[in-house]
């Protein structure tokens, strides 16, 4: 799956893009998914926040859809915008 960074998860991740499998042999939820990217990003870039606290204020869209929801299925062939809180919102 494709995973877009936006703003704060970009400047925590290192990148604006990343491709993760997801499992096959079992569901797998957007908060899988986060738990992933926090191993796969433990250190920050210096001078940024860890990847774990970004993603704890962000916001997700699936496929370009509001995804609240942490316990939604993801597929391989999603793709999930990481959205953190911007300036004045």
């Known amino acids: 799956m494709l995973i ?3 703003a704060a998860a970009r ?3 290192g990148t604006d893009t990343e491709t ?3 499992p ?3 569901p797998c939820t957007r908060r899988d998914v986060e738990a992933l990217l926090v191993r796969a990003h433990p250190q920050p870039p210096p001078g940024q926040p860890p990847l774990a606290q970004v993603l704890a204020r962000s916001s997700f869209l699936l496929d370009g859809v509001a995804c ?4 939604t299925v993801l597929t391989d062939t999603s793709v999930l915008d990481v959205l953190p809180p911007f300036s004045g919102g």
């Open 4 to 6: 877009r960074y936006f």
């Open 11 to 13: 400047a925590a991740a």
């Open 20 to 22: 993760v499998a997801v």
């Open 24 to 26: 096959a042999d079992r």
């Open 68 to 71: 609240p929801d942490p316990a």
